[in-house]
């Protein structure tokens, strides 16, 4: 572990990455808030200088260069990004060396290369030490600077590493004392999220969704992930029926499975929660595409199942659905071993959606009831047709 040191050097583009300074600083407490400006804030700092901070259009890169707290209980975290894109959101844990979870960022004051947010969803507590750990943070995905998925996955927000464990202290006497450590994270290099599609039966399917990734640490055994998703109900069956959305994040370890509930002689799928990208492309009947996508991935977390229904309107004959749209899919911790080391790491991974359409091709089953009249009596014959999907 490395202390963060408050030093500006003439190697600028290197250190202002690693460099960590804070202040306490204060907004105005009345009917309307008012925030002081970023380079204010900064210039309180004796060893800023904004010339160390040069503009690039070509760098899209974000830095979390400073945090300070408020007299209201607020997080402000400063920003350099030297081609003055904003911020959007960062990954930030309040205790030591736990799951961070993803907070959007409310901007309050942006000048040029400068920006000035404030962390929403965070109170600051009155613990005489806190902790501020920030895993990495985001900006929008931009269609003209950053690489396009493959296949139809789409990104909206890009991640960046900051790897700060920001530490505050207030003495007896009420003075405040900053501190700031690097600690250990590791990345996503790789990543293609989808769902597969298992028949239960009677217009009802199983939709397991998974994130298959690759990352730029050596993994040799993967014990555990916390993932987050954005999931949201969606249905034509009432148009003027309107579903939210909502953020979700769970646990999956190794020891984990999960499954599909069939019916009939509907066939039982389960697969472990934690499997390799090899397994699911030599096991699942999958399209060709899904199965170039896994070629260079090596895990695969299946965090979610969802239903999936599809019936035809009697009375206007539309095909009506309903389903559970999963989007934005984060990886935000990892506890894996490698060369007998366990390792628990924050992730820096981008919110990525997959391409709304199952990636395994199954026998869809299709049931049709024909009812004949015989002296007083239905009689039910069952057709089954079979068909790829």
Same mark, same amino acid.
């Given at each position: 572990?490395?202390?963060?040191?408050?030093?500006?050097?003439?190697?600028?583009?290197?250190?202002?990455?690693?460099?960590?300074?804070?202040?306490?600083?204060?907004?105005?407490?009345?009917?309307?808030?008012?925030?002081?400006?970023?380079?204010?804030?900064?210039?309180?700092?004796?060893? #800023?200088?904004? $010339?160390?901070?040069?503009?690039?259009?070509?760098?899209?890169?974000?830095?979390?260069?400073?945090?300070?707290?408020?007299?209201?209980?607020?997080?402000?975290?400063?920003?350099?990004?030297?081609?003055?894109?904003?911020?959007?959101?960062?990954?930030?844990?309040?205790?030591? $060396?736990?799951?961070? $979870?993803?907070?959007?960022?409310?901007?309050?004051?942006?000048?040029?290369?400068?920006?000035?947010?404030?962390?929403?969803?965070?109170?600051?507590?009155?613990?005489?030490?806190?902790?501020?750990?920030?895993?990495?943070?985001?900006?929008?995905?931009?269609?003209?600077?950053?690489?396009?998925?493959?296949?139809?996955?789409?990104?909206?927000?890009?991640?960046?590493?900051?790897?700060?464990?920001?530490?505050?202290?207030?003495? +007896?006497?009420?003075?405040?004392?900053?501190?700031?450590?690097?600690?250990?994270?590791?990345?996503?290099?790789?990543?293609?999220?989808?769902?597969?599609?298992?028949?239960?039966?009677?217009?009802?399917?199983?939709?397991?969704? #998974?994130?298959?990734?690759?990352?730029?640490?050596?993994?040799?055994?993967?014990?555990?992930?916390?993932?987050?998703?954005?999931?949201?109900?969606?249905?034509?069956?009432?148009?003027?029926?309107?579903?939210?959305?909502?953020?979700?994040?769970?646990?999956?370890?190794?020891?984990?499975?999960?499954?599909?509930?069939?019916?009939?002689?509907?066939?039982?799928?389960?697969?472990?929660?934690?499997?390799?990208?090899?397994?699911? +492309?030599?096991?699942?009947?999958?399209?060709?595409?899904?199965?170039?996508?896994?070629?260079?991935?090596?895990?695969?977390?299946?965090?979610? $199942?969802?239903?999936?229904?599809?019936?035809?309107?009697?009375?206007?004959?539309?095909?009506?659905?309903?389903?559970?749209?999963?989007?934005?899919?984060?990886?935000?911790?990892?506890?894996?071993?490698?060369?007998?080391?366990?390792?628990?790491?924050?992730?820096?991974?981008?919110?990525?959606?997959?391409?709304?359409?199952?990636?395994?091709?199954?026998?869809?089953?299709?049931?049709?009831?024909?009812?004949?009249?015989?002296?007083?009596?239905?009689?039910?014959?069952?057709?089954?047709?079979?068909?790829?999907?």
């Amino acid at each position: 572990m490395t202390t963060c040191k408050k030093i500006i050097s003439a190697l600028a583009a290197v250190l202002i990455m690693i460099t960590c300074f804070c202040v306490r600083t204060f907004s105005v407490s009345a009917e309307e808030v008012r925030y002081t400006a970023v380079l204010d804030d900064l210039q309180t700092d004796a060893t #800023f200088r904004a $010339e160390d901070y040069p503009a690039d259009a070509a760098d899209s890169s974000l830095n979390v260069i400073q945090i300070a707290e408020s007299i209201n209980g607020e997080l402000f975290v400063y920003v350099y990004s030297p081609s003055g894109r904003a911020a959007t959101s960062l990954n930030i844990t309040q205790e030591r $060396e736990t799951v961070a $979870e993803n907070r959007l960022l409310a901007p309050i004051n942006m000048t040029g290369v400068f920006g000035k947010y404030r962390v929403t969803g965070i109170k600051l507590r009155a613990d005489q030490t806190r902790y501020n750990e920030i895993v990495s943070i985001f900006r929008a995905w931009d269609g003209d600077v950053d690489d396009k998925p493959e296949g139809e996955n789409t990104v909206s927000e890009v991640s960046y590493e900051v790897s700060k464990r920001y530490i505050a202290t207030t003495d +007896a006497d009420g003075h405040v004392t900053y501190d700031c450590e690097k600690f250990g994270v590791i990345t996503v290099t790789d990543k293609f999220v989808g769902f597969l599609r298992y028949k239960n039966g009677l217009g009802n399917w199983t939709d397991a969704h #998974f994130v298959a990734f690759d990352t730029d640490l050596s993994i040799e055994n993967l014990y555990a992930a916390d993932i987050s998703y954005i999931i949201q109900r969606e249905s034509n069956a009432d148009v003027d029926k309107f579903y939210p959305a909502r953020k979700e994040s769970k646990t999956v370890t190794a020891e984990q499975t999960g499954g599909n509930d069939p019916f009939l002689f509907h066939k039982k799928y389960t697969w472990k929660r934690i499997g390799k990208a090899e397994e699911l +492309a030599r096991n699942e009947d999958l399209s060709a595409a899904a199965k170039k996508q896994l070629e260079s991935k090596e895990w695969v977390l299946y965090f979610l $199942e969802t239903d999936y229904s599809k019936w035809q309107s009697i009375s206007t004959g539309v095909m009506l659905f309903d389903r559970q749209n999963v989007n934005e899919v984060t990886i935000l911790q990892l506890r894996y071993e490698t060369a007998g080391t366990v390792y628990n790491l924050g992730v820096v991974d981008n919110k990525q959606t997959g391409s709304g359409k199952p990636v395994n091709r199954t026998p869809n089953l299709g049931y049709y009831l024909l009812g004949i009249a015989a002296t007083g009596v239905l009689v039910g014959v069952v057709i089954i047709v079979a068909k790829k999907v």
